[in-house]
């Protein structure tokens, strides 16, 4: 079969294990161990109707641009729905980098971007962080398409407005990627630089901070002139009449947002700290994760020996570091913020590995 090559040559990108085991504490993947608001699970039940179900869903997801729109502050029509912010980076890269342009991306950071460009036929840069991850040097001005997290997965750590702001100038008109899908864990947003910037385009999930992995609901947001063409690239439908009644409901309500993530934040100050008191090095977080190194010895036995004991953090593996960090390949341990009694758990089990 006439697989295009460029596919049949790639290893393809491997999420973090959802093993099936109700046993497991999982700590791999970012997700929000608190549920979701009730409110969710009422807008849900509600939707649940033979003749919702029978019918297509909003395309461009008015109802929930609305409330966005509303809750961000930000012009309804420039926000883009997607079936979580995966499909938005995908509809980014469909829209920008044509077959042989270049996709550029800090290093180390989020795997799926190096995909992307490997399924669109594109080449990609990778740029390394400074050593105290909070600039990036050499862009690649000519980048068809740049996607720079802020919060940085695996790390934590934020890049300022002055540096993303200098970024966006170096390589406008092509457009600059905020990937936000931490950033309701920190203390500041680029949405404060939209209007001053006009190739910035933000993107945001629900998957984390308003505990909706499974429902699948991203957003995009940006001038409305430029989603009008993102909306044309699009599935018609690739939002479902379930997950948008969900991420409205989510949206909507602030108050339980706002209860969740202080709890998030609360215990990842005290995991840092107790982290770090075992000995691990680790990054002051912005994000609902923390990154953990090790200088006296080597991460991944520990990850090992944590997922024999039924607890399942993410041992990530890069070719380089940031600048500073010894050449090669640079790894850690990439743990995620749970209920206080999932850290303690993990706690318990170090203390007895180490
Ligand atoms: C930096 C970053 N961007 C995007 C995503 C994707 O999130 P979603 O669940 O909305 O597809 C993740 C998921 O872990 C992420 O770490």
Known sequence: MTVRSNICAMAGYVPGEQLNDP??????????????SPRVFEAIRTALTPNSLRK?????????????????????????????????????????????????????????????????????????????????????????????????????????????????????????VLDEAYADFTSWSGLELLSSTPNLIITRTLSKSYSLAG????????????????????????????????????VEDQDYFHEVRAKIIATRVRMTQELTELGFDVLPSHANFVWCRRSDRPVKPIYEELKRRKILVRY???????????????????ISVGTDAEIDTLLSALKAIL
Do not use: H
């Open 215 to 250: 429902i699948r609901f991203g957003f995009a947001i940006a001038a409305p002139e430029l989603v009008r063409e993102l909306a044309k690239v699009k599935d018609s439908y690739n939002c479902d009449v379930l997950s948008l009644a969900a991420a409205t409901a989510a």
């Open 316 to 334: 990530m593996n890069y070719a380089a570091g940031p600048l500073g960090a010894p050449e090669g390949a640079y790894d850690g341990l990439r």
């Open 56 to 176: 297509y869903p909003q395309p461009l997801g008015d109802t929930f641009r609305k409330t966005a729109g509303r809750v961000l502050n930000v012009d309804p029509d420039g926000i883009l729905i997607g079936n979580g912010s995966d499909d938005i980076l995908t509809i980014l890269t469909r829209t920008f980098v044509p077959e042989g342009g270049l996709i550029a991306s800090p290093i180390p950071s989020y795997i799926l971007y190096r995909s992307l460009a490997e399924i669109q036929g594109a080449q990609f840069l990778s740029v390394r962080f400074s050593a105290d991850w909070r600039t990036l040097d050499s862009w690649a001005a000519q980048a068809n398409l740049t996607f720079l997290p802020n919060p940085n997965s695996p790390s934590g750590t934020i890049v300022d407005p002055e540096t993303v702001t200098r970024l966006a100038k170096a390589l406008a008109p092509a457009p600059l």
């Open 23 to 36: 046993d497991i504490t999982k700590l791999n993947t970012n997700e929000n161990p608190y549920p979701p």
